[in-house]
């Protein structure tokens, strides 16, 4: 019984620990989008800070690092910068998949998100960009299907977000993981071996 109430109690901890930083993502959203917007598209970055917080949140955590994500952008982008609510509900939704992506690359070439060897580093390198790049065309794709954007914003819009992304996530990203992972392990918050 002690069990089920532990994993419950730790569910919920998780479930707080998204909210925290699902604001945290939010204030990071709306700092990218100031400081570095991106030019014939409102609500967007050229260095998408919270990517950053909810990769490694989500190597971390799971489902529930990916949730920040989902949270923090939804919250961020969505309806200060004149977004229609399926543009930024669609944008907040690349932003859960795209974490979850790079969480399955580290899963399956069993990857540590603490960057320790030459493999670790190279699934890093690699699962960002594919990450951020499917997350990005299902986006623009989707905004691009309702009309909401032209095909010529679809392809800027997918560069823009693969690329802001990336840069976040292997700067700021890379020092979260190399910094802190060897303490998250220690918590009983930290998801290992599971995709959610």
């Given at each position: 019984m002690s069990e089920v109430v532990t994993q419950a109690s730790i569910k919920m901890k998780l479930a707080i620990i998204s909210g925290i930083f699902g604001g945290v993502c939010a204030t990071a959203a709306l700092f990218s989008i100031i400081i570095i917007p991106l030019p014939g598209i409102?609500?967007?970055?050229?260095?998408?800070?919270?990517?950053?917080?909810?990769?490694?949140?989500?190597?971390?955590?799971?489902?529930?690092?990916?949730?920040?994500?989902?949270?923090?952008?939804?919250?961020?982008?969505?309806?200060?910068?004149?977004?229609?609510?399926?543009?930024?509900?669609?944008?907040?939704?690349?932003?859960?998949?795209?974490?979850?992506?790079?969480?399955?690359?580290?899963?399956?070439?069993?990857?540590?998100?603490?960057?320790?060897?030459?493999?670790?580093?190279?699934?890093?390198?690699?699962?960002?960009?594919?990450?951020t790049c499917l997350a990005a065309m299902w986006i623009h794709f989707v905004n691009y299907s309702f009309g909401t954007i032209t095909f010529g914003a679809w392809v800027w819009g997918v560069i823009a977000y693969t690329i802001g992304d990336s840069l976040a996530v292997f700067t700021i990203g890379t020092i979260l993981l190399r910094v802190a992972t060897k303490w998250v392990k220690t918590s009983p918050f930290y998801v290992t071996g599971r995709l959610l």
């Open positions: 409102p609500g967007g970055s050229g260095f998408w800070i919270p990517a950053a917080l909810y990769f490694a949140l989500t190597l971390w955590f799971g489902l529930y690092g990916a949730l920040a994500g989902h949270i923090g952008t939804f919250i961020g982008m969505g309806p200060f910068f004149g977004w229609t609510f399926q543009v930024w509900a669609d944008g907040a939704l690349g932003d859960f998949m795209a974490p979850l992506i790079c969480r399955a690359f580290f899963l399956l070439f069993k990857a540590d998100p603490e960057l320790k060897t030459r493999r670790d580093y190279a699934v890093w390198l690699v699962s960002v960009p594919i990450a």
